[in-house]
């Protein structure tokens, strides 16, 4: 499993078994599997929690174009997000009249244990999050995300935070939430989502620290390697945790 490409592999599929997961959870949403095709609609209002992504390689852009009306149907923002393999899928993104928004890197961790002593933030301490605690932990995520509560409320639930493969935190400095995490773990994989903090508060290593809070908790769970999908603010954090881009993954999002 050292090729990039097997590594690619392994985390779209172990995200698009994330999402199906976190579909089951929601009160006002959904996410089904077509093959190599994940589509869904969360009920946020921010087009990268709707959409198609393209996570294989056999391609029919007639069922990606059906699976975008049926979510446009809906009355939400939605993205398109396509590996590499089916870049031919731009065609469709025009077409709609879709925005191009560049590429999202996808990343791994191949070895859990060698993050473990980075993150170490003194001021810090850590809660891990209830699903009885899910309205604080949802209003930090908005905050950190400069986003709607309505929207992540909608992403997370209580049922999602019952998942019993879920780990959730809230980082807290004098008793006040500034960062936010979350580690879904299936197997050996752990996907680590939610990342973020909040404005005031950046620049001080705590979006570091709540990652390695996750992978320490995957660990603990068995899990031997990690992936997510990065913005371009935590790109240089997840480098310093070992995590390598092993696939840009295409963004287009509907248009405004």
Do not use: K
Not at 19 to 43: I, K
Not at 89 to 96: C, F
Not at 177 to 191: I, P, Q, R
Request: with cysteine; glycine share 10%.
């Amino acid at each position: 499993m050292d090729a990039p490409g097997d590594w690619a592999e392994l985390a779209s599929q172990a995200l698009a078994e994330t999402f199906l997961a976190f579909g089951n959870t929601m009160e006002q949403g959904w996410f089904r599997r077509e093959g190599g095709v994940l589509a869904g609609v969360s009920g946020a209002s921010l087009p990268t929690l709707n959409g198609v992504w393209v996570v294989g390689d056999e391609l029919d852009p007639s069922l990606i174009d059906h699976l975008l009306d049926v979510i446009a149907a809906e009355g939400v923002p939605y993205c398109l997000q396509v590996r590499p393999v089916a870049g031919e899928l731009q065609s469709v993104a025009e077409r709609r009249g879709m925005v191009r928004l560049g590429e999202l890197p996808l990343m791994v961790l191949d070895e859990l244990s060698a993050s473990r002593a980075l993150g170490q933030v003194s001021d810090v301490s850590w809660l891990r999050v209830s699903p009885d605690q899910v309205e604080q932990y949802v209003e930090a995520l908005a905050r950190g995300f400069e986003a709607p509560v309505a929207a992540m409320a909608a992403f997370v639930t209580r049922r999602t935070l019952a998942l019993a493969q879920l780990d959730c935190f809230l980082g807290l400095v004098s008793g006040e939430a500034v960062t936010t995490a979350l580690a879904f773990t299936n197997g050996e994989a752990t996907g680590i989502y939610n990342v973020a903090t909040l404005a005031e508060h950046r620049g001080r290593g705590y979006g570091l620290a709540a990652t390695a809070q996750c992978l320490s908790a995957a660990s603990q769970r068995g899990a031997r390697w990690a992936y997510l999908q990065s913005s371009e603010m935590g790109f240089s954090v997840y480098q310093r945790l070992g995590f390598r881009t092993v696939e840009q993954w295409h963004l287009w999002v509907s248009p405004t």
